[in-house]
Structures are given as structure tokens and as C-alpha cells.
């Protein structure tokens, strides 16, 4: 059974950084593609950023893209998310996902995602 577990959320000042983690267990996770997505108050999830596990190819929403960085540690199956220049609008629930099988693109629907995490908090305040 996958399981997925997130942490490194916290409250931050607008333009400082923080790292999240998501450590998983329960397969091999060579054929995998892992998301991370956010949500905050009264919206929809909203993708973050994507990564093939077998050769980190990576996809980032627009929102993001030049500030946060995906990426993984094979030996300790860690997913982890690099967010930089942090803005109040970068504040929600953040979720680490999993999916069992690769594709040529990486998706970005959440629904394309079997697997998640419990979330963690990040604050960004102004």
C-alpha cells in the first residue's frame, strides 16, 4: 500500500523560502509519477508541479515555475518541493500525490492521481 507523508509546511514572511517533503513508502517507485498540488480556503486543488520518477523530468504550473524546483532522493524515496520568493498567494494545504505509471506528459489533474498525502500548512504573510 502507498503511503505518502508530508512535512516542512510552516509560516513564512513573503519573499522567504521553505522546503517541503514528502517521504514514500510502500512500492518501487521507478515507474512512478509524483505531483504536488495545493488548496487553499474555498478553492479547488490547483497543481503545483509534476516529476517522472525514472528520470525527474519535470512540469510546473505557470503560478510557480522559477520559484519552486521538484525533485527527489532515490535512496531515501523522499519527494521533495523547494519554494522560493514565497507570496501571500502561495498560502494553502500543499499535497504530495502519486500516480502508478508514467507517461510521455506529465498530468496535472489531480484526478489523474491515485495516491496523496494527509497535506501540510504553508502560511506566507505579508
Known amino acids: 500500500q502507498v503511503q505518502l507523508v508530508e512535512s516542512g509546511g510552516g509560516l513564512v514572511q513573503a519573499g522567504g523560502s521553505l522546503r517541503l517533503s514528502c517521504a514514500a513508502s510502500?512500492?518501487?517507485?521507478?515507474?512512478?509519477?509524483m505531483g504536488w498540488f495545493r488548496q487553499a480556503p474555498g478553492k479547488d486543488r490547483e497543481f503545483v508541479a509534476a516529476?517522472?520518477?525514472?528520470?525527474?523530468?519535470?512540469y510546473y504550473a505557470d503560478s510557480v515555475k522559477g520559484r519552486c524546483t521538484i525533485s527527489r532522493d532515490n535512496a531515501k524515496n523522499t519527494l521533495y518541493l523547494q519554494m522560493n520568493s514565497l507570496k501571500p498567494d502561495d498560502t494553502a494545504v500543499y499535497y504530495c500525490?502519486?500516480?502508478?505509471?508514467?507517461?510521455?506528459?506529465?498530468?496535472?489533474?489531480?484526478?489523474?492521481?491515485?495516491?496523496w498525502g494527509q497535506g501540510t500548512q504553508v502560511t506566507v504573510s505579508s
Open positions: 500525490a502519486a500516480r502508478s505509471f508514467s507517461s510521455a506528459s506529465l498530468p496535472t489533474a489531480a484526478n489523474m492521481y491515485a495516491y
Open positions: 510502500g512500492r518501487t517507485f521507478s515507474s512512478y509519477t
Open positions: 516529476l517522472r520518477w525514472s528520470d525527474a523530468n519535470t
